[in-house]
């Protein structure tokens, strides 16, 4: 199994940036996929999250209204955009599956880990 994230960057706060994560290696649709986040000094929180099946997903609190998650199962990607981007959303993104159609946004409860992308907002 392989994940990749990538599309972080550098944004100036109220701007947007699409992350992607493709994976491989395994059947992509028998998995629930999320999108979780670390900042310096701080532990691993759960951002965003999708069933396996594309018909739930759910967000923290924080980023609620501003960020969107969207897979294609055909292409095994996912997506996260992110808009009305804060400087509190910096952190290096991390993607992840999850066995079975439930998402939830628990660390530990995420089977395979991608190498995550920076995304820095700057106020």
């Known amino acids: 199994v392989q994940l990749q994230a990538s599309g972080g960057g550098v944004v100036q706060y109220g701007g947007s940036l699409r992350l992607s994560c493709v994976a491989s290696?395994?059947?992509?649709?028998?998995?629930?996929i999320g999108w979780f986040r670390q900042a310096p000094g701080k532990e691993r929180e759960g951002v965003s999250c999708?069933?396996?099946?594309?018909?739930?997903?759910k967000y923290t609190d924080s980023v609620k209204g501003r960020f969107t998650i969207s897979r294609d199962n055909a292409k095994k990607m996912v997506y996260l955009q992110m808009n009305s981007l804060k400087p509190n959303d910096t952190a290096v993104y991390f993607c992840?599956?999850?066995?079975?159609?439930?998402?939830?946004?628990?660390?530990?409860?995420?089977?395979?880990w991608g190498q995550g992308t920076q995304v820095t907002v700057s106020s």
């Open positions: 290696g395994f059947t992509f649709y028998d998995y629930a």
């Open positions: 999708i069933s396996s099946s594309d018909d739930i997903s």
């Open positions: 992840a599956l999850k066995r079975g159609y439930l998402p939830n946004l628990l660390p530990n409860e995420y089977d395979y």
